[in-house]
């Protein structure tokens, strides 16, 4: 992967994490657009908010391959 695409894809992460504090904030309804022209829009609200939070994983977890860096999985303490 090129490090522009890296770099975009830090981006997106660093904008979908403050999508999601701007909804535990408060704010009704937060629109990120992923093009110039604004044709890749999403709209996250607090009823969507567990889908923003898998697609914040979703989208770290394809950097952590990217990156050759692993994603650290849930620790079960028995």
């Not at 709209?43 to 692993?70: C, N, Y």
Request: a positive charge; aromatic letters at 6%; proline letters at 3%.
């Amino acid at each position: 992967m090129a490090t522009t695409e890296i770099l975009t894809l830090q981006m997106r992460i660093a904008e979908a994490e403050m999508a999601k504090h701007q909804i535990a904030m408060g704010k009704q309804l937060v629109v990120l657009s992923y093009s110039a022209e604004g044709t890749n829009t999403q709209q996250w609200s607090q009823a969507s908010l567990p889908a923003l939070e898998r697609h914040i994983a979703d989208m770290k977890a394809q950097l952590a391959r990217f990156t050759g860096v692993g994603v650290r999985g849930p620790i079960y303490i028995a």
